[in-house]
């Protein structure tokens, strides 16, 4: 297993894009799940959705500094890969949707997908 002790700037902008798009599309989902069930929460689905660009920067943010931290554990991800990444760090918000979807952020989190990808480029070779 090839280990990188750092990655360009171009694999933590797609990981920092794909966390802040998805974060983005899961509000935008959160909110037309919402309207579909006729479901009343606490908090207004489309006062979340204003808030939406504040949550995908946090997330954002937060996953660039945890890629960090697992690039140095685990190799990087090549080609659009970095993106899927991202994508898997706010898909914690989808357990806003529903409860159930909790389990598809214990399957598709960072640390999974990236012990996944890791198993998979060993065994390619």
């Not at 798009?21 to 929460?41: K, N, T």
């Not at 979340?48 to 997330?59: E, G, K, Q, R, T």
């Amino acid at each position: 297993m090839q280990k990188v002790r750092g990655a360009g700037l171009k694999y933590y902008g797609l990981v920092a894009l794909g966390a802040a798009a998805s974060a983005i599309a899961f509000s935008v989902i959160r909110v037309v799940y919402y309207f579909w069930m006729d479901l009343r929460p606490e908090m207004s689905p489309m006062m979340f959705l204003i808030f939406s660009p504040l949550v995908a920067l946090a997330f954002s943010l937060i996953s660039v500094v945890l890629e960090v931290f697992l690039c140095v554990l685990m190799p990087r991800m090549f080609r659009a890969l970095p993106f899927v990444v991202g994508v898997s760090y706010s898909s914690l918000l989808l357990v806003l949707i529903n409860k159930w979807f909790l389990l598809v952020f214990l399957v598709f989190n960072p640390v999974t997908l990236h012990c996944w990808l890791a198993v998979r480029h060993k065994h390619a070779r």
